[in-house]
């Protein structure tokens, strides 16, 4: 299982980003996927994650109305798109999987993760 996370970079406050998770090794429309983010001196939370089968969505509600998860399944890769970019979505972010189906207000809790993409919001 390998998850490749791309699409980082600095942005001013208001603009958008979209990240991509390639996804190898396994399906994409099998299991969950979710990404997740990181600030300095911040626990990792759990910003959007899309279910298998059901295509059910969750969302952070610091995110709510302006971040869109999605999946190519053509292509194996979920995306991100962020949109209304504030600073305090600065963060490292990354793409995860869980074979087991758990939450993403449980971070700790999923099995396989990408390396990471820094997004910085300039304001």
């Known amino acids: 299982v390998q998850l490749q996370a791309s699409g980082g970079g600095l942005v001013q406050l208001g603009g958008s980003l979209r990240l991509s998770c390639k996804a190898s090794?396994?399906?994409?429309?099998?299991?969950?996927i979710g990404w997740f983010r990181q600030a300095p001196g911040k626990e990792r939370e759990g910003v959007s994650c899309l279910g298998s089968s059901d295509g059910r969505t969750y969302y952070a509600d610091s995110v709510k109305g302006r971040f869109t998860i999605s999946r190519d399944n053509a292509r194996n890769t979920v995306y991100l798109q962020m949109d209304s970019l504030k600073p305090e979505d600065t963060a490292v972010y990354y793409c995860?999987?869980?074979?087991?189906?758990?939450?993403?207000?449980?971070?700790?809790?999923?099995?396989?993760w990408g390396q990471g993409t820094l997004v910085t919001v300039s304001s």
């Open positions: 995860a999987t869980d074979f087991e189906g758990s939450s993403c207000r449980f971070p700790y809790r999923w099995d396989y």
């Open positions: 090794g396994f399906s994409l429309d099998d299991y969950p």
